[in-house]
């Protein structure tokens, strides 16, 4: 079998035509073929990575994402027919986008050879993948989960909420700090919570958390199954410390590949919006 | 508060093959942003090689979205239902028989929401070769659009809603898109009205013209 691969190209400066591989697609026996920066096997695309040698703004990031999709789209439908294949990949150098396809050459395969591994071999020869930069911090980390999953672009999205209750026959006030709060049709309540840190400062945390869900929701700000917690990850040795929260809360690991996709599920936003 | 920046864009300019490029494409967004469809932003400009209409790229400096794909279709029509049938129903209008892959649409991104219609240029005076030809076929109950990406993609209520929102616009709004009040490089100010009158008379039979062709439509029930 003879693979016919391009590189995939990202020119920052067309004026100057030096392109970055960002990723090989191929064609061979009507099929196709695609391997690119940050795309996963399930074909789930982290944007950080191009991210890392693009220039612009990280507001702009979830282009490459629409690429990339883009890329996987042809390789399953166009890009099985040859003429096709060659015609689009044409066509994107005359689109003048910043992104190309780039002749490659022939890879021939011996007999028997898996293609994809073969591809597989091909975009770590072509593609060196850049050192990323951030997110560091779990609240960087749990920003980009939500705004990923689109949470954060919604109307009536806060950060760093206090609410305050005057309880009815109490002459108190009683205060609640939301780490987010999403005030649509149902609010839905969030605390984020580390779990991977020291544990006196780990109790703190979920003691907290628990407490503010419990108020929030016998006060009738929230119901229950919209108070979401969103932890780093859940370390084997916290297990049963998260007991008590699992009781006031919904947990949401955000080091899941899937976090954003799963963050979207667990907020019931399907219903919500 | 005023900051300056540089925009990209696709320069577009009057040619031996559609000499009235400039004209069309700026009538097309006037009309478009009057009617509310959904395409790209552009505006006229001056380059070393004259008047020229620049189409803005759509979503980040540098990197526009790819074009749409032909399996790329049927779960954009999904997303954006009732873009679709405005653009279908303005394509309609405008005569662009050549809509093909210019759309530019998000498809994977939650929180990013953008279909675009681009490039209007074989519309309005071009949609033949003599441009009153293409004034002619405009003031006809031909269809001109014989495909589209989206026929029988299209729900037809939608479409049918969109027909009748164009078909109810006040006649001055579609006359003032034609219009230059001069001569603009080969469009002289009688061609400019006679354009206007057939998109007048065309947007008035709008319903009529996608009744009359609903099969060739295919629409979603």
Known sequence: MILDYRLIQYVANPDQGEGRNIGVIAHGNRKAYYRGLGVGKNGHVDNSYFQAICRGS???????????AWFQTLAENEGKDPDQFDRLMRELEAQASGILARPGGLLELPDGEDPDRAMDWLYKQAVKTPKRSG????????????KTSGISGLPNFHHDVVIEFSPEGSCNREFVRLSYLLESTQRVAFKAVRLSGRQD????QINDASYCFERAVELGFVVPDRCITLVDSIPSARETLLGQLRKTA???????EDAARDLIMKSLLSETR | MTSFCTLNAILKFDGDEIPHCVYVENVALRLAQT??????????TMSGDGPAYASLELASPGIPLPNLLKSQRAHVAAQYPDEVAALIAFDILIGNWDRGENIKASTTTPHISIFKGFDHSHSLLSIQEEAHKSIARLKST??????HPFYNLVSRSRLEAWAKRISMKDDLYIRECCLFGRPFRGVDQQMQNALGEALVWRKRSLKLIIARHIAQITPLP
């Open chain 1, 250 to 256: 919904v947990i949401a690991d955000c080091s899941h």
């Open chain 1, 58 to 68: 990280r507001e702009y990031d979830w282009v490459y994402g629409e690429w990339a």
């Open chain 1, 201 to 204: 400062v780990c109790l703190r």
């Open chain 2, 35 to 44: 009617l509310h469809i959904p395409v790209a932003d552009g505006a006229l």
């Open chain 1, 135 to 146: 997110p560091g911090t779990f609240t960087a980390k749990v920003e980009e989960i939500l």
């Open chain 2, 142 to 147: 031909d269809l001109i659009v014989k495909h």
